[in-house]
């Protein structure tokens, strides 16, 4: 039997929460744990509930979703946030995924692309509505650093290759079948980039790929 995902639901509209966790529970994989009308709720039960998946209204009231989201990352590191909101604005979207987010939704997603995008997640991916991808790019290039650090000169060939897929969004299988690699090779470099890098998720990755010009590399 497949492992369960445990979802928090953190959003100020209760007819939304509902329909979110009535859709969820039609799936065997599925768990939702609990529900939260405000992001300060949404922090104190991820915080003691430690679920798998938190998926995070960006616009609450009181401690907003911007906000919410550096507390959950910082007090429950081992969940994945995932950006559930209607704002299709480039500062929101580079703005949560620094923060720690793992992934950027927006709320006319189909179900079953939602349903995927969770158990992504939950797997380690990022995940990024496509209608948002070009305004990541536009996002980071905006914020680009003056004199930027050498880091990325500490990895080898094969790391910077892997970084300008992991700009792209490609999973582990994707990325060791473009380069013919096993997948556990795959894993193994990426920490390494991790580690060289003083970065923690892949989205931290594709945020310094594309800041850095690797999104524009073979």
Known sequence: MAQMIRVLIVDDHALFRSGIKSLLQRHDDFE????AGDGLEG???AKSLKPDVVLLDLNMPGVSGRDAVRLIV????ESRVLMLTVSEDGEDLVETLRAGASG?????IETEALVDAI?????GESVISPQMTAKLVQGVRG???ENPAAEHDKLSPREREILGCLSRGDSNKEIAR???????TVKIHIQNIFKKLGL???????LYAVEHGFSQRA
């Open 104 to 108: 950027y939704l927006l709320k006319n």
């Open 143 to 145: 914020h680009t650093r």
């Open 32 to 35: 939702v744990v609990d529900v």
């Open 74 to 77: 910082e007090d429950a590191p």
């Open 43 to 45: 922090v104190k039960r």
């Open 200 to 206: 923690s998720s892949r989205v931290q990755a594709a």
């Open 178 to 184: 473009a380069l013919s690699l096993a997948e556990s």
């Open 119 to 123: 158990r992504r997640a939950n797997a």
